[in-house]
């Protein structure tokens, strides 16, 4: 069946600029997570969806970081004033009922 | 201490070699344990779980150990397919934490 698949692939933008990062989880997981990894460095957590419930927000570096996640599916990652330290490669996760999380290819962000 | 610590590597291995990676985590609380596999410019995908009582899969061994906050990896055999970035994964209330992950170079 389909993966979790990410747009856009590949994202240049300006630094001050704002940045939309699309995520569609593998249809039926009620988990969503976004995370990023920067060059060399490990996957850093960012927000968790479950459901309905409250997203997890305790991983976002900063409010000019924000996510939501519509009718319990497709999810949009928002980077506001895009800073140079925000490059990095953006993985979207999804999740069923167990601990098994799949990753999708990944927005690779170059913030110039 | 970090949450989950491994050894950067690289490993340089000749084909049909054994090797192992080690992994110790902070949190005692922690309910699951993975292993990640990442190919260069990829994302992460499961390896296999982790259980106390060990678990195989062909050439890949995993074990851990809950008193000593410790999880290894086992390859045998070596594959030049499996050259790639292996990250350790622990899970406490459906949050995944990685560790930053160790190179294995298998080579001809």
């Known amino acids: 069946g389909a993966g979790v698949s990410q747009s856009p692939s590949n994202k240049v933008t300006e630094k001050g600029k704002d940045v939309e990062l699309r995520c569609d989880p593998i249809?039926?997981?009620?988990?969503l997570y976004w995370y990023r990894q920067s060059l060399g460095q490990g996957l850093e957590f960012l927000i968790y969806?479950?459901?309905?419930?409250?997203?997890?927000k305790s991983g976002l570096p900063s409010d000019r970081f924000s996510a939501e996640r519509t009718g319990g599916s497709v999810s949009t990652l928002t980077i506001q004033r895009t800073q140079q330290e925000d490059s990095a490669v953006y993985l979207c996760a999804s999740g069923g009922d167990g601990d098994t999380q799949y990753f999708g290819p990944g927005t690779r962000l170059t913030v110039l | 201490r970090k949450e989950v610590e491994q050894d950067p590597g690289p490993f340089n291995v000749p084909e049909g070699a054994t090797v192992a990676f080690n992994c110790t985590y902070s949190n005692s609380a922690s309910q699951s344990f993975f292993w990640y596999r990442q190919d260069c410019r990829k994302e992460p995908k499961l390896l296999m779980s982790v259980y106390s009582s060990g678990n195989e899969d062909g050439r890949f061994t995993a074990q851990l150990n809950r008193a000593s906050q410790y999880i290894s990896l086992l390859i045998r055999d070596s594959k030049l397919s499996d050259s790639a970035t292996y990250l350790c994964v622990v899970n406490k209330y459906s949050t995944l934490t990685f560790g930053k992950g160790t190179m294995l170079l298998v080579s001809p």
């Open positions: 969806f479950q459901g309905n419930s409250a997203p997890d």
């Open positions: 249809s039926g997981h009620t988990a």
